[in-house]
């Protein structure tokens, strides 16, 4: 159990790390990006950042899915460690270039699909059942966390040396999790009768909810690129003020994830029902209005409301799933998944670029919204 507090803080330091990236990887692009292109290299960029993963589960799977829980995490914080450090390094000598910079941000995610797998593979081997919903909270209570810290800490040494040293930082967040994660000791693994694909078509339920999923972080993809770029052109403010929109975010993300736990005597279905349109609802603000102090309070909201998410659903996954084939169901969960967030991002580029930052984030918080009652309508039937 040693050992695995000391991986568990060494997820809490990379997931500083991404949280740094969400200033870091847009702000860097809009700077390195030729005059005009800014929206569209920025959602390159944003959506290389996650893109690559489901390839990775996908065509590595065979040699990945013989792999411990912990190494896992492990061979997914050694490449970020190293792809990260080399654009970092290239962005602080100016010699970035925008296709470059896609490429590595490509390669660092690459086995990012197999690294979260491990990391709540982990979860499930370590907490006993009833406890499993408080272990998958404070997983995701860390990269809340991090939004809280990482894009204040991102925006001001931005600011100070630039953000080719931010994307350093989190190189080596990355490499800190490489190194913990190496150290735990690792349980044979079990062969599974279906592969992940499998054992989830087997189950309306998890194959429903992926769906749903699905959608929803399609529709929130254009918010990664359409905020930026509001905070850069409408409003004129800084990598500063990015920062602290996801601040807040984070602030009311963290509270969200830690009050996980609260809400396991409600049915889980109604929950992810009431976050979809939560979220669609707070996100409003940030579009609608030309002020910077509604923005903040939507973002904040949006981020109390979505919080519980992902340890909510990723209870269903553990629940519904034999162990011996978690780790490669969560790994195919999110292959299907990740697509959908970076999709709706390389969509957000030119819809931006179209019809401006404001029109895309009304345009995404009213889908959602529609999606939420579509769910619950669904479910309801």
């Known amino acids: 159990?040693?050992?695995?507090?000391?991986?568990?803080?060494?997820?809490l330091v990379s997931a500083l790390g991404d949280g740094m990236s969400l200033v870091a990887v847009a702000w860097l692009a809009l700077q390195i990006a030729p005059d005009g292109q800014e929206g569209v290299w920025t959602g390159i960029s944003v959506a290389a950042y996650a893109l690559p993963a489901p390839?990775?589960?996908?065509?590595?799977?065979?040699?990945?899915?013989?792999?411990?829980a912990a190494r896992l995490v492990t061979a997914d914080a050694t490449l970020r460690?190293?792809?990260?450090?080399?654009?970092?390094?290239?962005?602080?000598?100016?010699?970035?270039?925008?296709?470059?910079?896609?490429?590595?941000?490509?390669?660092?995610?690459?086995?990012?699909?197999?690294g979260t797998a491990g990391a709540y593979t982990l979860v499930a081997e370590h907490?006993?059942?009833?406890?499993?919903?408080?272990?998958?909270?404070?997983?995701?209570?860390?990269?809340?966390?991090?939004?809280?810290?990482?894009p204040a800490v991102a925006g001001g040494l931005a600011a100070l040396a630039g953000p080719g040293w931010v994307i350093a930082a989190d190189a080596a967040t990355w490499a800190v999790l490489a190194l913990t994660a190496w150290t735990v000791p690792t349980r044979p693994v079990g062969e599974a009768e279906a592969g992940g694909w499998r054992t989830i078509r087997d189950r309306p339920?998890?194959?429903?909810?992926?769906?749903?999923?699905?959608?929803?972080?399609?529709?929130?993809?254009?918010?990664?690129?359409?905020?930026?770029?509001?905070?850069?052109?409408?409003?004129?403010?800084?990598?500063?003020?990015?920062?602290?929109?996801w601040t807040v975010f984070g602030i009311g993300a963290t509270v969200g994830a830690a009050s996980a736990a609260l809400l396991r005597r409600l049915p889980p279905w109604t929950v992810v029902v009431v976050i979809i349109i939560g979220w669609g609802a707070a996100l409003l603000p940030v579009g609608l209005s030309a002020a910077i102090v509604p923005g903040l309070i939507g973002m904040a909201a949006g981020g109390l409301i979505y919080g519980p998410f992902t340890a909510i659903t990723t209870g269903l996954f553990q629940t519904a799933t034999p162990p011996e084939a978690l780790s490669r169901v969560l790994a195919t969960r999110a292959a299907i998944q990740t697509p959908s967030a970076s999709l709706g991002t390389l969509l957000g580029g030119p819809l931006v670029t179209l019809a401006g930052a404001r029109p895309t984030l009304v345009l995404s918080a009213l889908l959602t919204i529609g999606l939420g009652v579509a769910a619950g309508a669904g479910r309801r039937s």
Not at 1 to 11: N, P, Q, T
Not at 55 to 68: E, V
């Open 55 to 68: 390839i990775g589960a996908a065509l590595l799977a065979r040699w990945m899915r013989r792999l411990p």
């Open 205 to 245: 339920a998890l194959l429903g909810l992926i769906a749903v999923t699905c959608v929803f972080f399609f529709l929130y993809g254009p918010v990664e690129v359409a905020l930026p770029v509001l905070v850069a052109g409408d409003l004129h403010g800084s990598a500063g003020l990015l920062g602290l929109y």
């Open 81 to 114: 460690a190293v792809a990260l450090g080399a654009a970092g390094a290239l962005a602080i000598t100016g010699r970035l270039d925008p296709v470059a910079y896609a490429c590595l941000l490509a390669l660092s995610s690459l086995l990012h699909a197999w």
């Open 1 to 11: 159990m040693k050992r695995l507090r000391l991986v568990l803080a060494g997820m």
């Open 127 to 150: 907490f006993p059942a009833e406890k499993r919903l408080a272990g998958n909270a404070l997983v995701s209570a860390f990269a809340q966390v991090s939004i809280v810290v990482g």
